[in-house]
């Protein structure tokens, strides 16, 4: 005779994208790992875009729209256009009757419609999370500043933040969100779940590194949050051959054509080429063909593609603004101001000069860690007690 079953909680995900895209960043990424992990623990369902990030707005067509489709452990519905969402959400909630409502994004249209209905007690019984995924870090708020600042004004005034949890990745993290007047016990920290390790660990390459040369790659979305025009000034100054390979969609034209400008005056020992952005099975198999991975951003709560570029054996060229610190001293690569201009072009000089025996060191290191990090996160267990605990 079977004994009772825990019945098991369903767990209602807002994610702007989601599989099969692969290009609009780590926060989806953070979801895909999440269903991949936990889906024998819960019950998952996505709701989600009809698109693959806001640089394609080209419906997929492989999958139902405005259908549920099962998709590697989910079942996902993609809503086609602005007025589906308003007359759909209400729809679905009702038809999934999830425990718990995730909402990965702050901004998103999906959450500022979810802040609304949980104002109006349209979640009665249900449990509402909302994962900012660095949305509230100085950086990101410094861009569309003053919208973000009327939004946030405006869901303090009328309440909207009333009767929510938040899922932070870090301390710091958590002191953003307390800024919104969060109470503490409302915040609980799990940092961003990983891809499985057996899915980053292919064979170690051998990279050919000589002195006064070098490969860079920026693997991201192209905006102005992630700040490549930084590290194109910087570049200005370096000597040396030098490549720098970009694979990225382009979120914001403007940005890319600032850009562009930058990349006319560039030297010719320094060679900067625009790459189709790569699929994520790719992805190890890419960075693994360059020396140093680099993005000098505004600021992130993760960062999925830093262990993924560690895990590949390259060392990462980073800002300070991110979790991982401290890189120099594990001669896996540098976390360096953006204030300070004169790092970040030794930095560079020093990625330019450094010889084979050298390198080889800092990429066996920036692998060992990766790896040993993947072992040994407590993410899986902490994001499983949250979700079983709200």
């Not at 609009?24 to 024998?40: E, H, P, Q, W």
């Not at 500022?112 to 994962?131: A, D, E, P, V």
């Not at 120099?328 to 025996?357: F, N, Y």
Request: charged content about 30%; overall charge positive.
């Amino acid at each position: 005779m079977i004994g009772h079953l825990k019945k098991k909680k369903r767990i209602l995900i807002f994610s702007q994208y989601y599989l099969p895209g692969y290009k609009s960043g780590g926060g989806m990424r953070t979801i895909v790992n999440i269903v991949a992990n936990l889906k024998d623990r819960f019950d998952f369902f996505i709701i989600t875009s009809d698109h693959d990030g806001p640089s394609d707005r080209t419906p997929y067509k492989n999958v139902k729209l405005n259908d549920w489709n099962e998709v590697e452990g989910a079942q996902v519905f993609y809503l086609s256009g602005i007025r589906t969402v308003y007359s759909k959400i209400p729809e679905l909630i009702r038809a999934v009757g999830p425990d718990i409502i995730y909402s990965n994004s702050y901004f998103s249209i999906f959450n500022i419609y979810l802040l609304i209905l949980n104002r109006l007690n349209k979640f009665k019984g249900i449990t509402y999370l909302i994962s900012p995924c660095g949305e509230l870090s100085d950086g990101a708020l410094k861009l569309s500043y003053y919208k973000k600042k009327v939004f946030i004004f405006a869901a303090k005034l009328l309440g909207l933040h009333r009767n929510i949890f938040w899922k932070a990745t870090t301390e710091l993290e958590k002191r953003e969100i307390e800024r919104l007047g969060i109470e503490t016990g409302r915040i609980y920290i799990a940092p961003d779940l990983t891809a499985r390790p057996a899915s980053l660990k292919g064979e170690h390459r051998k990279l050919e590194k000589k002195e006064g040369s070098v490969k860079f790659v920026f693997l991201s979305r192209f905006s102005r949050k992630k700040n490549f025009k930084y590290f194109l000034e910087k570049l200005l100054q370096a000597k040396g051959n030098i490549e720098v390979d970009i694979y990225a969609p382009v979120d914001d034209e403007k940005y890319w054509n600032e850009c562009a400008e930058l990349l006319e005056k560039m030297p010719p020992h320094i060679r900067v080429q625009k790459k189709p952005p790569v699929p994520h099975p790719e992805v190890h198999a890419v960075l693994g063909r360059y020396h140093f991975f680099v993005l000098p951003t505004l600021g992130e709560n993760f960062g999925h593609v830093f262990l993924e570029a560690l895990a590949a054996g390259c060392p990462i060229l980073i800002s300070d603004r991110t979790p991982w610190r401290g890189l120099a001293e594990k001669k896996i690569g540098r976390d360096l101001p953006l204030e300070d201009d004169t790092s970040w072009e030794k930095a560079i000089a020093e990625c330019v000069s450094m010889p084979q025996e050298e390198y080889d060191l800092w990429s066996a290191n920036a692998r060992k860690f990766a790896l040993k990090w993947l072992e040994e996160n407590d993410a899986d267990k902490l994001t499983l007690e949250l979700l079983e605990k709200i």
